[in-house]
């Protein structure tokens, strides 16, 4: 396997593909062990809106990766193919039925008719077998490589979210902590041209990032590093969760939801201590189903939007727009920027950019487009494949079941 930190996934060729793609099945087969050690073969979970059947997350893993390669006619065209064009049947003849995302509504992914486990992994297998065949024929080009590389990441995109739902759960699973980080000071970044988004040659993109546009950036100051615990038990000791006037309208009614919960603190914190800089003590918050005693230097996560947004108006600061964490994230690496440990908020909403054209993948982006917040940077548990600071991830401002954090800016 090549080395994961040093290689550019985004022009990664057939044989790390190759590799990469087994890879990718294999994690995902880990998780499936743990998941069904815990909840048993039948995979049950309760209906939430954050989290999908696991049953079903496996499944459309295998016919995504069909439906996009094995079915399709026109693969070798890329993002230029015609997503409706004619494809071959399935493997199985109710794949779409089941396992299409943009035909099968969420909540009723729980009352279908399913393949038990043993079928799913089954096809799994197959899928797989049939996407190496085909790709050890293709052309070694971007176009003809696109939809491969597009299924490795959608992959290590549904294993994060795995992670994610095992959380939301409270499964036990064993994964490490973010790191504790020095507070760095912030970073002023001069005025620039910066050239938002990816250029077309450079390999792979995801359609919200094409196409690629200057946008003059004034000078900045930026965190170095996502905020951390110490510095967001200061804003709850000094009574953030009861002072409307630091939340956004829309902010104050997602408040007074959790607050009818009980919440005056993150998702999954438990308790909330003094911040002491030197060690352990802050917060206690529900880690993989255990109470975890949280460092004062670890970044701070389960954060919405809303409580991003009211940090930051507290602290008389504001969120990074989407051009001025890219700019830093590329022109800051060596002076101490640091990524990579949670998501990012941003305060930008999530829009195409000017001249966007959606792939064939039609509703990855395009529907999600002034509703979503952009999200920047990657947490520990995304794929070092999906790593990457032209990366531009979504979410719906009240999300906080992803591990996700924020940085600011000076006024």
């Known amino acids: 396997m090549p080395n994961p930190e040093s290689m550019d996934w985004r022009r990664a060729g057939k044989d790390p593909l190759s590799l990469a793609l087994i890879n990718t099945r294999n994690r995902t087969l880990q998780l499936l062990a743990a998941f069904e050690q815990h909840l048993g073969e039948g995979l049950s979970v309760p209906l939430l809106a954050e989290v999908n059947p696991p049953l ?14 094995g079915r399709n006619l026109q693969r070798h065209l890329g993002h230029h193919a015609d997503p409706s064009a004619t494809r071959l049947p399935s493997l199985k003849p109710d794949a779409d039925r089941w396992w299409n995302s943009s035909l099968v509504p969420h909540a009723s992914r729980w009352s279908l008719d399913l393949p038990d486990l043993a079928e799913t992994r089954s096809y799994l297998l197959a899928t797989l077998e049939s996407t190496l065949d085909l790709l050890a024929k293709a052309p070694d080009d971007d176009a003809a490589l696109y939809f491969y590389r597009l299924c490795l990441l959608h992959e290590d995109m549904h294993a994060e979210a795995f992670v994610m739902m095992a959380q939301t759960l409270g499964m036990p699973l064993e994964l490490s902590l973010p790191a504790p980080r020095p507070v760095r000071e912030s970073l002023l970044i001069p005025s620039s041209l910066w050239r938002l988004g990816t250029d077309a040659g450079q390999g792979f993109a995801f359609d919200n990032e ?20 110490a510095q967001f038990i200061e804003f709850i000791d000094d009574g953030g969760y009861d002072r409307p006037e630091l939340w956004h309208p829309q902010g104050q009614v997602w408040l007074a939801q959790v607050q009818a919960q009980g919440r005056r603190a993150p998702r999954h914190v438990a308790q909330v ?36 947004d009211a940090w930051c108006r507290w602290a008389g600061r504001r969120l990074p727009t989407e051009v001025e964490w890219e700019l830093a994230a590329h022109q800051a690496a060596r002076r101490g920027f640091h990524w990579g440990d949670v998501w990012e908020w941003t305060a930008s909403t999530f829009r195409g950019l000017p001249g966007f054209e959606p792939h064939p993948y039609r509703d990855y982006s395009q529907p999600w487009f002034g509703t979503h917040k952009a ?20 979410y719906e401002p009240h999300r906080d079941d992803v591990f996700i954090g924020f940085r600011s800016c000076a006024m």
């Open 375 to 394: 999200v920047r940077g990657a947490s520990i548990f995304t794929s070092s494949r999906l790593r990457h600071p032209k990366y531009r991830n979504f």
């Open 273 to 308: 201590g003094v911040a002491r800089l030197g060690g352990e003590g802050a917060v206690i918050q529900q880690y993989f189903g255990q109470a975890r005693r949280m460092v004062a230097l670890q970044p701070a996560m389960h954060l919405s939007w809303w409580e991003a």
């Open 210 to 229: 094409m196409p690629a546009y200057e946008v003059a950036v004034p000078e900045f100051e930026i965190d170095a590093q996502a905020v951390n615990w």
């Open 56 to 69: 079903w997350e496996l499944g459309h893993i295998g016919w995504f990766q069909e439906f996009w390669i």
